[in-house]
């Protein structure tokens, strides 16, 4: 049982280029979670999807997209990176978004240089 | 929105009970409090949740207040490897429900 994975696990990309996080959980968790940790910092919402078929941004949205493909794969696009995107960015689900335990796959980290 | 207070940062001694404060005096009845923790460079693990009642289970034990502004995780024999960063958090409604972390309590536990 996976869980949560993430890929790629490391990127480095160049300022203005895009690219796709991909997630996916083998849990049957109706929600999914993008998260992004800068250094010394806690854990920062991006967008979420409380259920196939829905998104809502987050603490911190712009810059960002995504796309709940089905139920098991929630995905994170950069349009055009910019430094300020060098992170480390958490997909998690959870069974629903009230009261239930979310679990976090291992992190993607991503460089824009 | 319910906010959470930790200290940024705390030691214990292994063997010891470490006792993890956190406050969080505008909660809402309906909200639960929650506790991970993060190894360095791992994803964050959970460890235990509560809503009125003090919890326990195999890792470590939630204590709530009866007014429920405050709770303390404790883990009761502490070990090296529980050196981590510790966050409480509380369902933010304006979110979606869906979990905000702040910046935690790194705790520190040595021999």
């Given at each position: 049982?996976?869980?949560?994975?993430?890929?790629?696990?490391?990127?480095?990309?160049?300022?203005?280029?895009?690219?796709?996080?991909?997630?996916?959980?083998?849990?049957?968790?109706?929600s999914?979670?993008?998260?992004r940790?800068?250094?010394g910092?806690?854990l920062?919402?991006?967008y979420?999807?409380?259920?196939?078929?829905?998104?809502?941004?987050?603490?911190?949205?712009n810059?960002y997209?995504?796309?709940?493909?089905?139920?098991r794969?929630?995905?994170?696009?950069?349009?055009?990176?910019?430094?300020?995107?060098?992170?480390v960015?958490?997909?998690?689900?959870?069974?629903?978004?009230?009261?239930?335990?979310?679990?976090?796959?291992?992190?993607?980290?991503?460089?824009?240089? | 929105?319910?906010?959470?207070?930790?200290?940024?940062?705390m030691?214990?001694?292994?063997?010891?009970?470490?006792?993890l404060?956190?406050?969080?005096?505008?909660?809402?009845?309906?909200?639960?409090?929650?506790?991970?923790?993060?190894?360095?460079?791992?994803?964050?693990?959970?460890?235990?949740?509560?809503?009125k009642?003090?919890?326990?289970?195999?890792?470590?034990?939630?204590?709530?207040?009866?007014?429920?502004k405050?709770?303390?995780?404790?883990?009761?024999?502490?070990?090296l490897?529980?050196?981590?960063?510790?966050?409480?958090?509380?369902?933010?409604?304006?979110?979606?429900?869906?979990?905000?972390?702040?910046?935690?309590?790194?705790?520190?536990?040595?021999?």
């Amino acid at each position: 049982n996976a869980g949560v994975t993430q890929t790629p696990k490391f990127q480095v990309l160049k300022t203005g280029q895009s690219m796709t996080l991909q997630c996916a959980q083998d849990m049957n968790h109706n929600s999914m979670y993008w998260y992004r940790q800068d250094p010394g910092m806690g854990l920062r919402l991006i967008y979420y999807s409380a259920s196939e078929g829905t998104t809502d941004k987050g603490e911190v949205p712009n810059g960002y997209n995504v796309s709940r493909l089905n139920k098991r794969e929630f995905s994170l696009r950069l349009e055009s990176a910019a430094p300020s995107q060098t992170s480390v960015y958490f997909c998690a689900s959870s069974q629903g978004v009230i009261g239930n335990t979310i679990y976090f796959g291992e992190g993607s980290w991503l460089t824009v240089v | 929105d319910a906010k959470t207070t930790q200290p940024p940062s705390m030691d214990c001694a292994e063997g010891r009970a470490a006792n993890l404060p956190c406050n969080h005096s505008t909660i809402s009845g309906n909200e639960y409090v929650y506790w991970y923790r993060q190894i360095h460079s791992q994803g964050p693990q959970y460890i235990i949740h509560g809503l009125k009642n003090n919890e326990t289970n195999e890792m470590a034990s939630l204590i709530i207040t009866e007014d429920r502004k405050s709770s303390t995780l404790i883990l009761p024999h502490a070990t090296l490897r529980d050196t981590a960063v510790y966050y409480c958090i509380v369902r933010v409604r304006n979110s979606g429900y869906a979990l905000n972390f702040g910046k935690g309590t790194s705790l520190l536990v040595t021999p």
